[in-house]
């Protein structure tokens, strides 16, 4: 392998909770980023990608261990890094050629020399012509570009991508990707290594010399996948379709315990995240496996292009089957379990009655809800209750989307009932 350029080495990061308590969100991360490489970084939302992406840009620094670049310690943000956000984050009143001027201007450079650095680099990414427009005068794929424009007009060593393709629709982020494979396989533009942080498979197989899967609660590399397949790759030739198989795999492994890292207590416990996965998808993929023409049996990536979904909202889904006991998850492939044929041809309120089983018994989160109910005398509690709880191990904005998945749950399976104009839980009514 060529020179190290970024080295991680037991890398830790927390962060505070609401309530003041800490929140591990990376722990013992150690990773090599090397000259003349792309790699891709999949893993589940909330899983620590984007706060490793930041150490590594010298945004944010690490409670522990080394961060060094071109074998020096980071401490700051260096020049030869660049970051592009999947928010875009441009200045809505500065023309395109101002936005991307921006890092030019902050290093002090004269205005003759950051005009034509910003012109070239505007030019580079497909966006002559648009120099004088404002942000809101372009689509969401020219803005994307801007922002892409912003970071290369540094002439960066490394360029950090976080979920770059994400906002766009799949056809303008697919020509986006491409745009950018053709600029580094070319050499048009400086940049001697790229790290993409991606929900996307595909993406990854089609860019990437290297997949890494990275574990949740907390972070850290998981799996680490090499890719010796020469680009331009072709999607549809069966070497990528293979390599996307694989992955999915990677990405499924433990999927039923919610991603816990392997050698710790693989079963839910009540602080975990939950698959974002609402009843009427988790329903519908099972009525599709059930049927023809999978008969129990499915490869996610040829799911994925049935249902039309997202590989993260189709893993998602494909977690909860698992974590329910719905499905089962091996190699890529999601297999029905004879609970799941059951609940797929049950009518409305066998399901219900099913699944309020199913998640009492593996959701331990819905148990510890109903157990408060009950023994509370008014049969009702305040949802911010259990945020507080959930807040110990996640994030505000985490913790909400757990509750409400759990919530959705308990509800659709008649182990409680909530109000959403007052924020209440409580028992069903005829208990």
Do not use: C
């Amino acid at each position: 392998m060529s020179t190290p350029i970024i080295e991680i080495k037991s890398v830790n990061k927390s962060f505070r909770s609401a309530d003041g308590s800490a929140r591990t969100v990376l722990e013992g991360v150690d990773f090599t980023l090397f000259e003349g490489e792309i790699v891709a970084l999949l893993g589940q939302s909330g899983s620590g990608k984007s706060t490793l992406l930041r150490i590594m840009a010298g945004l944010i620094g690490a409670d522990s261990g080394q961060v060094a670049y071109r074998g020096l310690p980071l401490y700051g943000p260096a020049r030869g890094i660049s970051m592009v956000f999947q928010s875009f984050a441009l200045f809505p009143w500065l023309t395109v050629q101002k936005n991307v001027e921006l890092g030019l201007e902050a290093q002090g450079m004269a205005p003759e020399e950051r005009a034509r650095r910003a012109e070239a680099a505007i030019e580079l990414i497909g966006l002559s012509g648009f120099e004088g427009a404002l942000p809101r005068e372009l689509s969401g794929g020219m803005r994307q570009r801007v922002g892409i424009a912003r970071a290369l007009v540094l002439e960066p060593e490394v360029l950090l991508m976080d979920e770059a393709f994400s906002a766009l629709d799949v056809l303008t982020g697919e020509r986006l990707r491409d745009d950018i494979l053709e600029l580094w396989e070319t050499r048009q533009m400086p940049t001697k290594a790229i790290l993409v942080v991606s929900h996307n498979i595909e993406d990854a197989v089609m860019m990437a010399d290297r997949v890494l899967v990275f574990g949740s609660d907390p972070g850290r590399v998981r799996e680490e996948l090499p890719i010796r397949l020469s680009r331009p790759r072709e999607v549809e030739s069966q070497e990528v379709r293979s390599l996307i198989d694989t992955v999915y795999g990677l990405m499924t492994t433990g999927a039923g315990r919610v991603g816990r890292t392997p050698g710790k207590e693989t079963r839910l416990q009540l602080g975990d995240r939950l698959p974002i996965a609402d009843i009427a998808r988790i329903e519908g993929i099972l009525e599709l496996l059930a049927d023809e023409p999978f008969r129990g049996r499915a490869d996610l990536p040829k799911l994925a292009e049935e249902t039309e979904l997202t590989d993260h909202e189709l893993l998602d889904v494909s977690a909860a089957l698992a974590l329910l006991g719905f499905a089962n998850l091996a190699q890529g492939d999601i297999v029905i379990t004879p609970l799941g044929e059951r609940y797929a041809r049950a009518g409305n309120q066998e399901r219900k009655a099913i699944f309020g089983a199913q998640v009492l018994e593996h959701v331990p989160l819905v148990a510890y809800i109903r157990h408060g109910l009950a023994q509370d005398p008014s049969g009702d509690l305040h949802e911010d209750l259990f945020l507080k709880l959930l807040n110990f191990t996640l994030d505000e904005a985490e913790a909400e989307r757990v509750l409400s998945v759990a919530i959705e749950w308990g509800r659709y399976g008649d182990v409680f009932e909530y109000n959403f104009n007052t924020g209440v839980i409580q028992l069903p009514e005829d208990e």
